[in-house]
């Protein structure tokens, strides 16, 4: 049961470097969500995808673009990475948005940028 | 947005009941109250939500107030695997569908 899969696990960039963390899930599922999470904070959402081909702004959008390439997969790019988005990086899916079905998180990006 | 407030912490003996309290005095009719955890170097994971009525599941037991301003999640019996993270979150109805999170409340299990 693999569930939500993120590669890679860890990343080193340097300021300006632009870089695609990649999500996918074998769940079936229809939405799909970034969330970052800063030390000692909750997780933000940075953007969402109800379902395939569509994709809207959450909290935290700037220096962010996303693509949902088909599904199962659910990217996030950073053009040119800066200091501030150094975080650790989950993605989740979830059946749809309704809000009593659960979100499946997977284990996170931990991308540090110099 | 309706937010969630929590302890900053707590700890509790091994095999002993934890009662971890959540308080969410501008709930909406619709917010579904969600629990979750995090264990570290994880991504959360779901541990049981509700609408109105007290919930059970394997892994623990909510109880939501009558007047839904507040909520507890239950662990009946406490182990080291149960130290983590825990969220009480509302999700947003409002367009985004996200969760809210706010800090959580690290629990501390003691051997």
């Known amino acids: 049961n693999a569930g939500v899969t993120q590669t890679p696990k860890f990343q080193v960039l340097k300021t300006g470097q632009s870089m695609t963390l990649q999500c996918a899930q074998d769940?079936?599922?229809?939405?799909m969500y970034w969330y970052r999470q800063d030390p000692g904070m909750g997780l933000r959402l940075i953007y969402y995808?109800?379902?395939?081909?569509?994709?809207d702004k959450g909290e935290v959008p700037n220096g962010y673009n996303v693509s949902r390439l088909n599904k199962r997969e659910f990217s996030l790019r950073l053009e040119s990475a800066a200091p501030s988005q150094t975080s650790v990086y989950f993605c989740?899916?979830?059946?749809?948005?309704?809000?009593?079905?659960?979100?499946?998180f997977g284990d996170g990006t931990r991308l540090s940028i110099l | 947005d309706a937010k969630t407030t929590q302890p900053n912490s707590m700890e509790s003996n091994e095999e002993e009941p934890v009662h971890l309290p959540c308080n969410h005095s501008?709930?909406?009719?619709?917010?579904?109250i969600h629990w979750y955890r995090q264990l570290p170097s994880q991504g959360p994971e779901y541990v049981i939500h509700?609408?109105?009525s007290n919930v059970n599941n394997r892994m623990a037991s909510l109880a939501i107030a009558e007047d839904r301003k507040s909520s507890t999640l239950i662990l009946h019996r406490a182990t080291l695997r149960d130290a983590a993270v825990y969220y009480c979150?509302?999700?947003?109805?409002?367009?985004?569908?996200?969760?809210?999170f706010g800090t959580g409340t690290r629990l501390k299990v003691l051997a």
């Open positions: 989740a899916s979830s059946h749809d948005r309704a809000s009593n079905q659960p979100q499946h």
């Open positions: 769940m079936n599922h229809n939405s």
């Open positions: 979150i509302l999700r947003d109805e409002s367009g985004t569908y996200k969760y809210i």
């Open positions: 501008t709930i909406s009719g619709t917010d579904y």
């Open positions: 995808s109800a379902s395939e081909g569509t994709t």
């Open positions: 509700g609408l109105t």
